[in-house]
């Protein structure tokens, strides 16, 4: 690629702030009297964690798993491995997967099952953004914050390239693909 993009606002820090607070309200609420462990999926859900754990009134366990699907470029490969699976038991415990984006949802469908397997009282997923229009995977996203349209975004933990987390607001890129 040659030239390098120019983001472009989409969320503001003001808006993604207000969808995290409601979304801790709602998990708040739900996750009452229970001992949940969250588990961020790395890299791109790692700022939304860090801010979102700050809005819980319980303590959460925390764990991270890292799975691979789009490799560097924008364009999903279609296959999902476990870069970076589990290292603590989950059977029996109510799990919440926390993520930055639903795009065709392989990744989540992926996940979600290798999570299944290990026998969680509750498994449900929380995701800062979906984008519904690129899904060929059914996925139900128990905790959504933003809905985006068919473009690319980056920003606040989510890159293009390995590029762009540190952006404090949600933007997007026009890519050339
Ligand atoms: P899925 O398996 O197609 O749902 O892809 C999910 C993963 O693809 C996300 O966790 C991101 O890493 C990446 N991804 C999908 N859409 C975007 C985007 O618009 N910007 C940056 N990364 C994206
Ligand atoms: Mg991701």
Known sequence: M?????PQILFSRE?????VTTLATKINND??????IL????KGAFVFMADLI??????PEVEFVRASSYGRG??????????????????????????DIVDTGRTQAYLLDYLRKKRPASLKLCSLTDKPSRRKVPI?????????PNKFIVGYGIDWD???????????????D
């Open 162 to 176: 390995e590029k762009f987390r540190n952006l404090p607001d949600i933007c997007f890129v026009e890519t050339e």
């Open 74 to 99: 924008t364009e999903s490969l279609g296959k999902v491995k476990i870069v970076h699976g589990l290292r603590s038991p989950i059977e029996g415990r109510d799990v919440l997967v926390i993520d």
């Open 15 to 19: 808006e993604i702030e207000a969808a």
């Open 39 to 42: 588990i961020g999926v790395l």
């Open 2 to 6: 040659g030239s390098h993009p120019k």
């Open 54 to 59: 700050r809005h819980l009134d319980f303590s």
């Open 140 to 148: 139900t996203i128990d905790y959504l914050g933003l809905t985006v």
């Open 31 to 36: 996750y009452r009297g229970k001992n949940p």
